[in-house]
């Protein structure tokens, strides 16, 4: 099948790219599940933007710089700050409707950020930025959606891409393009804790590695401190915004959500730096975990600021805890550490493009190298919108392929009907899974150990050992995804000697 753009992943990322490709030529947009299965759909906290007086684009790329340690791509960082007012003018032209106070944005504060600069839509933010984009995607007769197909391997020849091979309504198929847009986002689900969907298993990373993509900075896991400690993943996650509106963290050597708080006594944020509570994510996240180790229970306390508040301003969080059993308003809520982005990937030039022709990444899945070795909250959403609106002055050029030369290339690529599982496979596969996210977690987690790095390494290296077989099952084909990036990632920790960011090593 011939398009002339194939997108793989419907977030932010990929929605905006097929929006803007729309007017260029047929788009199919590919979706793991359905349209919405996606970290954009969840995201909450909101996207960051330079919009009032006081606040100024120096200021904005200075924090960016300084939660990245410094390791951002500067270039990269000021092309997005500097476009974040345009992204944000695109978005409500779409549909987007953010929070207004008395005529305009209502930005608020969160962590790292010297300004209220971080546009939301209560918090629901990603949920309706999801919600717009989609809506204009199925009104477009140039768009073509398929939902619930699994994205196998790019097709390329020559350091070109031509398609794509995935599994749509069990079978294998071929589809051809001028060009290939991975938006597959994150890698989460390699971990036993972490607030990102079951989609996200890293297959863009996978696949674009496969072909001999550059990858880079995959060592900077970022850990969100404030996910809602529960015993199933993927974890509700608890917004930064909740500490940008003056919620404050508080332990106890016992587990309770009952307890009256001496605010004074029970804090610990400020031995660890001296920003508290908005200081950067990684370091949040370690303290939390330090104080974790030592027999703590750490809670969140928002209480103070009143139930007509916070309902007001949190009715998400507030509805989701309440189903959880803890009142936002009355109780203090159990959080914990989890993995919530990463800040490498798929390496490409402001452009979207990687080093493969006519193959391009955006969003969590690529590494405009904005982020750095920590993101920036609330840079996230940005970044999938600055991007692929870049695209429109790709009209021509490098994403020009020769339509006939596809058909050169297609009886050399197998196509036909999809293997299925039998019971042994997928409970070995189900197993390994397990068994790897328990592994990323404890040796390439928080905190890190060169010892542990190597035994993690050996350790995913024996069980693709096991995997050596053939099949097209999608739970196999993901498995193998999860561990060559799980191997990857810790490849680069190991690489890296000396903590930095995201990156701490004993």
Same mark, same amino acid.
């Given at each position: 099948?011939?398009?002339?753009?194939?997108?793989?992943?419907?977030?932010?990322?990929? !929605?905006?790219?097929?929006?803007?490709?729309?007017?260029?030529?047929?788009?199919?947009?590919?979706?793991?599940?359905?349209?919405?299965?996606?970290?954009?759909?969840?995201?909450?906290?909101?996207?960051?933007?330079?919009?009032?007086?006081?606040?100024?684009?120096?200021?904005?790329?200075?924090?960016?710089?300084?939660?990245?340690?410094?390791?951002?791509?500067?270039?990269?960082? +000021?092309?997005?700050?500097?476009?974040?007012?345009?992204?944000?003018?695109?978005?409500?032209?779409?549909?987007?409707?953010?929070?207004?106070?008395?005529?305009?944005?209502?930005?608020? /504060? +969160?962590?790292?950020?010297?300004?209220? /600069?971080?546009?939301?839509?209560?918090?629901?933010?990603?949920?309706?930025?999801?919600?717009?984009?989609?809506?204009?995607?199925?009104?477009?007769?140039?768009?073509?959606?398929?939902?619930?197909?699994?994205?196998?391997?790019?097709?390329?020849?020559?350091?070109?891409?031509?398609?794509?091979?995935?599994?749509?309504?069990?079978?294998?198929?071929? !589809?051809?393009?001028?060009?290939?847009?991975?938006?597959?986002?994150?890698?989460?689900?390699?971990?036993?804790?972490?607030?990102?969907?079951?989609?996200?298993?890293?297959?863009?990373?996978?696949?674009?590695?496969?072909?001999?993509? $550059?990858?880079?900075?995959?060592?900077?896991?970022?850990?969100?401190?404030?996910?809602?400690?529960?015993?199933?993943?993927?974890?509700?996650?608890?917004?930064? *915004?909740?500490? @940008?509106?003056?919620?404050?963290?508080?332990?106890?050597?016992?587990?309770?959500?009952?307890?009256?708080?001496?605010?004074?006594?029970? *804090?610990?944020?400020?031995?660890?730096?001296?920003?508290? +509570?908005?200081?950067?994510?990684?370091?949040?996240?370690?303290?939390?975990?330090?104080?974790?180790?030592?027999?703590?229970?750490?809670?969140?306390?928002? &209480?103070?600021?009143?139930?007509?508040?916070?309902?007001?301003?949190?009715?998400?969080?507030?509805?989701?805890?309440?189903?959880?059993?803890?009142?936002?308003?009355?109780?203090?809520?159990?959080?914990?550490?989890?993995?919530?982005?990463?800040?490498? @990937?798929?390496?490409?030039?402001?452009?979207?493009?990687?080093?493969?022709?006519?193959?391009?990444? =955006?969003?969590?899945?690529?590494?405009?190298?904005?982020?750095?070795?920590?993101?920036?909250?609330?840079?996230?959403?940005?970044?999938?919108?600055? =991007?692929?609106? /870049?695209?429109?002055?790709?009209?021509?050029? &490098?994403?020009?392929?020769?339509?006939? *030369?596809?058909?050169?290339?297609?009886?050399?690529?197998?196509?036909?009907? $999809?293997?299925?599982?039998?019971?042994?496979?997928? =409970?070995?596969?189900?197993?390994?899974?397990?068994?790897?996210?328990?592994?990323?977690?404890?040796?390439?987690?928080?905190?890190?150990? &060169?010892?542990?790095?190597?035994?993690?390494?050996?350790?995913?290296?024996?069980?693709?050992?096991?995997? $050596?077989?053939?099949?097209?099952?999608?739970? !196999?084909?993901?498995?193998?995804?999860?561990?060559?990036?799980?191997?990857?990632?810790?490849?680069?920790? !190991? /690489? &890296?000697?000396?903590?930095?960011?995201?990156? =701490?090593?004993?």
């Amino acid at each position: 099948m011939l398009f002339d753009f194939i997108i793989i992943g419907s977030g932010l990322a990929g !929605l905006t790219s097929a929006l803007i490709l729309k007017d260029v030529g047929e788009v199919l947009l590919v979706s793991k599940g359905s349209l919405s299965d996606c970290a954009t759909d969840l995201a909450q906290g909101g996207i960051a933007a330079v919009v009032e007086k006081k606040d100024s684009f120096e200021s904005h790329i200075k924090d960016t710089l300084v939660a990245g340690c410094y390791h951002n791509n500067k270039k990269a960082v +000021e092309y997005m700050v500097k476009n974040a007012p345009l992204a944000i003018k695109w978005l409500v032209s779409q549909g987007v409707h953010f929070d207004k106070k008395n005529g305009g944005f209502a930005p608020t /504060r +969160e962590a790292a950020h010297s300004y209220c /600069r971080v546009l939301h839509a209560t918090d629901f933010t990603g949920k309706e930025i999801e919600k717009a984009l989609v809506k204009q995607v199925e009104n477009s007769e140039k768009i073509k959606i398929w939902e619930h197909c699994f994205a196998i391997d790019l097709l390329v020849q020559n350091r070109a891409c031509f398609g794509v091979q995935a599994i749509k309504d069990d079978k294998v198929i071929n !589809l051809f393009g001028r060009a290939v847009i991975l938006a597959t986002g994150g890698l989460g689900q390699l971990y036993q804790w972490t607030t990102n969907p079951v989609q996200a298993t890293g297959d863009g990373l996978a696949m674009a590695y496969r072909v001999g993509a $550059k990858l880079s900075d995959l060592e900077f896991i970022q850990f969100h401190p404030t996910a809602f400690k529960n015993q199933k993943s993927p974890l509700f996650l608890l917004s930064e *915004s909740l500490r @940008g509106e003056g919620a404050y963290l508080v332990k106890f050597k016992v587990q309770s959500s009952k307890f009256k708080v001496n605010k004074k006594e029970e *804090s610990f944020m400020q031995k660890y730096d001296m920003r508290g +509570e908005l200081a950067p994510r990684d370091i949040v996240a370690r303290a939390i975990y330090q104080e974790q180790q030592e027999g703590y229970e750490i809670y969140l306390d928002i &209480r103070h600021k009143g139930k007509d508040f916070i309902k007001k301003r949190f009715p998400n969080i507030f509805r989701e805890t309440k189903k959880r059993g803890f009142d936002l308003t009355t109780d203090l809520v159990p959080v914990t550490p989890a993995v919530h982005y990463s800040c490498g @990937g798929v390496t490409t030039d402001l452009y979207g493009r990687t080093n493969i022709a006519n193959l391009f990444a =955006f969003g969590e899945t690529s590494c405009t190298g904005v982020h750095g070795a920590n993101r920036l909250a609330s840079n996230s959403l940005l970044e999938a919108v600055v =991007f692929p609106l /870049r695209l429109r002055h790709l009209k021509g050029g &490098r994403m020009q392929t020769d339509k006939d *030369s596809f058909q050169v290339e297609k009886s050399a690529i197998k196509e036909g009907n $999809k293997k299925e599982s039998g019971i042994s496979e997928l =409970f070995e596969v189900t197993k390994i899974r397990y068994n790897l996210q328990k592994l990323m977690w404890n040796n390439v987690g928080i905190i890190r150990s &060169r010892q542990g790095l190597k035994q993690a390494k050996e350790q995913i290296i024996k069980w693709e050992t096991e995997l $050596k077989r053939e099949g097209y099952s999608r739970e !196999l084909i993901e498995l193998r995804n999860m561990l060559l990036v799980a191997k990857l990632v810790t490849a680069a920790a !190991l /690489r &890296r000697k000396q903590s930095l960011g995201a990156h =701490f090593v004993e």
